[in-house]
């Protein structure tokens, strides 16, 4: 996790000098790995890397998309194999509660794509989803087309808020980066909290889940 931490405070050492390692296609491959492994934080450094004229800010959208969406096949895979017994020992860090799971696969069938659509957009329980998907062995073309508009929404607002953040700052006097700025960041912010909201109104009707299957 350190030498994680380390190479994103280098990759920001060189944003901030100007300069990125000439690497060609394989900058973007790299962008697409690291946002599969830490997903926001890389995908903001790469907005910033294109605003600083270091990246094609449509190359960083589309290789940020890619690594999210390669991610979110890897969680689908391992609940399609069932191999999530060992994932519950990481199971605060990556969302994971058996009850969770439990209530996922009670609604997941009749609105698989609605939950996928709604837990991507909001970054609540994604992970959660696509593992349940996974173990009902929901077919991709159900849901998968609903998850690529959610990642376009996700990715598209990360994208911007870090592209003109690092143009507010380069070109202060400038009032049209600040209202895209704040209007993004605003647009993120509603998305999580409505996720959060998601979550405790379906924590709170668990026992009627529980008592309908009894």
Known sequence: MNNLVDFFQTIVFYIKGGQLP??????????????????????????????????????????????????????????????????????????????????????????????????KLTVSFVIPSLITAGLLRLPLRRWFPALIVAETIWTGSLVLIGFYTTEAVKRVERGVEYAVLMASILFVIFLILAGRRLIKAWDTDEPDAVSDKS
């Open 22 to 119: 000439e690497m060609g296609i394989w900058t973007y491959v790299l962008l697409a790995v690291l946002v599969a492994i830490e997903g926001p934080i890389a995908t903001l450094l790469g907005a910033a890397a294109a605003s600083a004229g270091l990246m094609r800010p449509w190359y960083v959208f589309f290789a940020a998309a890619i690594g999210n969406l390669t991610a979110d096949t890897l969680w689908y895979s391992i609940g399609y194999m069932g191999r999530i017994e060992w994932l519950f020992h990481f199971g605060k860090r990556l969302g994971l509660r058996r009850d969770l799971l439990e209530h996922l696969k009670h609604n997941m069938d009749k609105h698989a794509t609605k939950i996928l659509f709604l837990a």
